[in-house]
């Protein structure tokens, strides 16, 4: 499953006491988590105003992305114990600012911490920790925030979503388990298109190389939410990569150039780096899928690679390797047999061909049985 394709929120649910409930589905490294969202506790509410600009002012009352936010994370059992430390950290770089609609944080940096291949929460709990909203740290901490305000806080229900998820942290073991989150300040940030073509380029980039660092690490779920952020974010950049391109081919002489441009233009990819960066996050992408036993996306997500670069040996590798997955013995023989006229002598494409003329060989021998039974 795609993780890109999972945060789907369920609005208009209420419990018990007619709270209303947000739900959705949240990735981690230990895999997928069902996320019940309930508000415990109302944040600053100020009037919000049309800013006039085209944009909603609401935006400055919710962390955005590229948002630093100041949370607290707290598992339920634990709040007791934590409340006092918690309330008590952070304050040298908080600045509330009561005249303005968004309480800011001054001076400060995103808290530095690892993923962790054994935590689904993936925060320090009881502290205050300042996240950076749209990196992906920890999925369900930053889905909670995006909608909250200033001061408010809610409980969150987490389950794990199919048998295979096992958390080892003694303080998680009991399933499902309740947490609470904490909105201290934020940074104010922007809607994705809002973001200047090359602002959204570098948080490409950065999805891009964060992803390769967590496939490294084991951190499988982790990579392929990197991947698919930052196919979200490029898929954006497809006009204004266009029209940077149209202009180049218009401006043929320096003095026709704007001055001012070459400056934008080198905050872009140019057509060939844009259309080569798509595809290889679509094989990486594959590549996840394939490591998580979701044939079906990898399949379609190589095929995508291979219609940008039909040139990229990994796409078709991690084609024929879901192809054969699946059971498509000749859509597998093709995609190695395209291999293999680019890359000659592969010994992978050699050994996975041989593998599937054994397994035809064997298929065709037990379909001869069955209809020697049947006809004897």
């Known amino acids: 499953m795609d993780p890109g394709q999972y945060f789907e929120e369920l609005q208009g649910t209420e419990d018990d006491d007619g709270v209303g409930v947000t739900s959705w589905v949240s990735v981690c490294p230990r895999g997928l988590w069902k996320v019940q969202k309930k508000r415990t506790h109302k944040g600053n509410q100020q009037t919000v105003f049309n800013s006039g600009d085209g944009a909603s002012c ?16 707290q598992l339920q059992a634990n709040m007791d114990e934590t409340e006092s430390l918690g309330s ?4 040298e770089k908080l600045s509330v600012q009561p005249d303005q609609s968004v309480t800011e944080v001054t001076e400060a940096k995103a808290t530095a911490f690892p993923r962790c291949q ?4 993936q925060v320090p709990l ?28 809610c409980e969150i229900l987490i389950s794990p979503v199919g048998p295979d998820v096992s958390v080892p942290r003694a303080s998680e073991e009991n399933l499902p388990f ?28 950065s999805h891009k190389g964060r992803g390769g660092v967590r496939f490294r690490s084991g951190d499988v779920w982790g990579a392929a939410d990197s991947y698919s952020r930052a196919l979200k974010l490029l898929i954006t950049l497809h006009v204004h990569v266009r029209e940077e391109e149209k202009k180049g081919e218009e401006q043929d002489t320096e003095e026709q150039r704007d001055p001012d ?3 934008k233009t080198q905050q872009l990819p140019s057509a060939n780096e844009f259309k080569t960066s798509k595809a290889e996050l679509h094989s990486n992408l594959s590549l996840c899928q394939l490591k998580l036993n979701q044939p079906e996306r990898a399949k379609a997500s190589a095929a995508k690679a291979t219609q940008l670069e039909p040139g990229g040996t990994k796409a078709w590798y991690r084609m024929g390797q879901a192809c054969q997955m699946l059971n498509e013995l ?7 047999r395209k291999l293999l006229e680019l890359q000659p002598e592969s010994p992978a494409a050699l050994k996975a061909l041989k593998d599937i003329a054994r397994r035809e060989k064997e298929r065709n ?3 001869g049985l069955r209809l020697s039974k049947m006809f004897s």
């Open 261 to 263: 441009a070459d400056d």
């Open 118 to 121: 054994d935590s689904v929460l």
């Open 178 to 205: 309740s947490a609470t989150v904490e909105l201290r300040a934020f940074t104010p940030g922007q809607e994705s298109w809002q973001m200047p073509p090359g602002e959204k380029w570098q948080w490409v980039k």
């Open 126 to 153: 009881g502290d205050w920790t300042t996240l950076r909203l749209g990196e992906g740290q920890c999925d369900i901490t930053e889905a909670c925030v995006e909608g909250m305000r200033v001061g408010e806080k």
């Open 88 to 91: 008590e950290k952070g304050n």
């Open 365 to 367: 021998a037990q379909l």
């Open 58 to 73: 609401s935006s400055r009352y919710y962390p955005r992305l590229g948002s630093l936010c100041q949370v607290q994370v």
């Open 330 to 336: 000749e859509e597998a023989r093709q995609a190695f």
